[in-house]
């Protein structure tokens, strides 16, 4: 284990056995060991999520991190000058409204977050 390590990289294999050691005997204590605290196990309960993605990944032929297609430029600028422009601002009144009701509250906060997107075609 890394006990609090953070600079050092662990390879997919020792990653791999750790878990597999760890899910072996989960509830055996360790006299020599520390035990973990809680952003100890957070950071590794992270990593080891990264390196199953990596490998799965990997594992389909993708590259990682996967790459969305973007339009071009003149499509977007296009999209804006027609669309863009009147749609944004439905979506930030809508979203704005939404705002204002609790029931509302949670649709209205992502509506605004994704305004960029009403907005210019992301």
């Given at each position: 284990?890394?006990?609090?390590?953070?600079?050092?990289?662990?390879?997919?294999?020792?990653?791999?056995?750790?878990?597999?050691?760890?899910?072996?005997?989960?509830?055996?204590?360790?006299?020599?060991?520390?035990?973990?605290?809680?952003?100890?196990?957070?950071?590794?309960?992270?990593?080891?999520?990264?390196?199953?993605?990596?490998?799965?990944?990997?594992?389909?032929?993708?590259?990682?991190?996967?790459?969305?297609?973007?339009?071009?430029?003149?499509?977007?600028?296009?999209?804006?000058?027609?669309?863009?422009?009147?749609?944004?601002?439905?979506?930030?009144?809508?979203?704005?409204?939404?705002?204002?009701?609790?029931?509302?509250?949670?649709?209205?906060?992502?509506?605004?977050?994704?305004?960029?997107?009403?907005?210019?075609?992301w």
């Amino acid at each position: 284990m890394l006990h609090g390590k953070s600079t050092q990289t662990l390879s997919v294999r020792e990653l791999e056995a750790e878990s597999k050691a760890r899910d072996d005997a989960p509830y055996q204590t360790h006299s020599s060991a520390s035990p973990e605290t809680l952003s100890q196990m957070r950071q590794r309960t992270r990593r080891e999520q990264r390196v199953r993605l990596q490998v799965r990944f990997r594992l389909e032929g993708q590259p990682y991190p996967l790459s969305r297609p973007t339009l071009g430029l003149p499509v977007r600028l296009i999209y804006f000058a027609f669309i863009g422009l009147w749609f944004g601002f439905v979506w930030l009144t809508l979203g704005v409204a939404l705002c204002l009701s609790l029931v509302g509250l949670p649709l209205g906060v992502w509506m605004l977050r994704h305004l960029d997107k009403a907005f210019a075609l992301w």
